[in-house]
């Protein structure tokens, strides 16, 4: 595959465009009739190279949790998305709270059933929906919620992770094979209720390779895998996480085996996005008229074995923004994507939580905001507010940047998230640990996000360590 995505063989002939080709404006109106369509090789299914995911819908009141799904603006947003060329759509059982699926059925009944894929998951992930009948019951339902007779792509959702008490393949065979469930879904696909059967990753490389062995072999068929792919994880995953996999690996296997690539966390849940300032500006001068974002997904769309690339675009102005990018795709070119492989390791050096805000480690037990928390520290990193404490106390204080830096992450911290959802107060149990896609160490990163603000609030140590310190006790 070589160091990026372009040195693969499987790059569109149409890396060879101009590179400075320009994108619409994301105030601009897209076209109705560019957007960039990759055939699906096994069912010859024609499918949009944008995905919609459904994992983050608008809701009446954004910043209010139990605020209601705003349906209109869904059906607004399907709607638009339909009538410049989206037909992919992507949901789970387990999305917005188990909403998803009877919002996104909602917005795609107006429309006739040609017009669009649907894409949904065996979401059972809690022990108690691993027996036969509970995970038969959660494909049923799936059908009654998007009113549907049958499902165009139907994945196992979260292969490779583990539960509380089992490792990642007793996990595995407790919510697919212990119960029959993986025959039973083939058998409906035999029958016609669900067209592709494939599987999304997170986790244990070992499963991945497992899964895709099994399809060597004859033992199942898999008609496409999701994986996560963008210009961090593309060589950093691993290093990043040492329990995450390379994209450059999961791609050349899919690749190799002609199975499609389905597309998830193209902008790793906003933070491609939302790079820092001397990041921006390096893009900038490259393609001044095109956003940040635009720069992942022209990277996540362009190997040719990508079937689509999936984005959960809450607002109106992101689904505009993202049809323009791919209507038509301007494929990243070579120089281009040694370019991204350079921003990939200014990113990788910052040494942010790999946290994408995807909520699956909530709700805690304890009340602990996990997300926020993460995201606040990593806002800090971004925007150079985060202080190196290992520094002599003296010199420390002595920083032009020390006042400024402490009072932007305490008062930051606050406002973002109130007191008693803070790190201080994990307990380190590790409930959370099984359900995090990027196999974060939540209860280690807590603590070293409450030991930072610790040291902040005390920067010469609290009163005890300081007499602890001086023999006083």
């Keep these: 595959m070589g160091g990026g995505a372009v040195a693969s063989s499987a790059i569109l002939a149409a890396c060879n465009q101009d590179a400075n080709t320009k994108h619409p ?88 059933r040609d017009k669009f894929f649907v894409a949904t998951k065996m979401s059972n992930f809690s022990p108690d929906t691993w027996s036969r009948k509970a995970s038969m019951e959660m494909f049923e339902n799936s059908l009654k919620e998007l009113q549907v007779e049958y499902i165009d792509y139907l994945l196992l959702h979260g292969i490779g992770g583990s539960s509380k008490d089992l490792d990642s393949e007793e996990t595995f065979n407790a919510r697919y094979m212990d119960n029959g469930i993986l ?51 593309w060589d950093w995953a691993n290093e990043i996480n040492d329990r995450n996999t390379d994209a450059s690996y999961l791609y050349a296997e ?123 520290y990593n806002k800090c990193i971004k925007e150079g507010n985060l202080l190196n404490m290992e520094k002599d106390q003296k010199e420390l204080m002595g920083d032009p940047n020390y006042r400024r830096a402490r009072r932007a992450f305490l008062v930051g911290y606050d406002r973002s998230v109130p007191r008693l959802r803070q790190a201080d107060h994990c307990i380190g149990c590790g409930q959370c640990n099984p359900h995090c896609p990027q196999r974060i160490n939540i209860p280690q990163e807590m603590q070293k996000v409450n030991d930072y603000t610790e040291k902040l609030k005390n920067p010469m140590g609290t009163k005890r360590e300081r007499e602890a310190e001086a023999g006083e006790v």
């Excluded at 560019?34 to 499918?47: E, F, L, Q, S, W």
């Excluded at 029958?191 to 059967?197: E, S, V």
């Excluded at 599987?199 to 999701?226: A, N, T």
């Excluded at 690539?261 to 933070?271: K, S, T």
Aim: charged share 25%.
């Design 25 to 112: 404006s994301s105030k601009a109106e897209p076209p109705k009739d560019k957007m960039t369509m990759r055939k699906n090789p096994n069912t010859g299914d024609v499918v949009s190279l944008l995905g919609y995911g459904m994992m983050r819908l608008p809701k009446v009141e954004m910043d209010v949790d139990d605020s209601p799904y705003d349906q209109d603006m869904i059906n607004q947003q399907v709607d638009y998305a339909i009538e410049h060329g989206v037909n992919y759509f992507d949901t789970s059982p387990a999305y917005c709270k188990g909403q998803s699926e009877r919002c996104t059925g909602i917005a795609l009944k107006r429309h006739p």
């Design 183 to 233: 025959d039973w879904l083939v058998e409906q696909q035999k029958k016609g209720r669900l067209r592709n059967l494939g599987f999304s990753y997170h986790g244990d490389v070992e499963i991945f390779d497992m899964l895709l062995k099994w399809h060597d072999e004859g033992k199942y068929h898999w008609d496409f895998v999701q994986i996560e792919l963008n210009y961090l994880d």
């Design 254 to 376: 899919l690749k190799k085996r002609g199975i499609p690539a389905v597309i998830m966390e193209p902008l790793l849940g906003g933070r491609l996005a939302n790079v820092p300032d001397p990041i921006v500006e390096k893009m900038k001068k490259k393609r001044p008229e095109d956003s940040v974002a635009s720069w992942a997904f022209r990277y996540a769309g362009t190997p040719d074995g990508v079937l689509t690339v999936l984005s959960g675009m809450t607002f109106m102005e992101h689904l505009r923004e993202n049809i323009g990018t791919y209507a038509p795709l301007v494929p990243i070119t070579k120089e281009e994507d040694s370019f991204l492989m350079e921003i990939a390791q200014d990113i990788y050096n910052l040494k942010t939580i790999p946290c994408n805000e995807c909520n699956y480690c909530m709700p805690c037990p304890y009340g602990i905001n996990i997300p926020a928390i993460f995201s606040h």
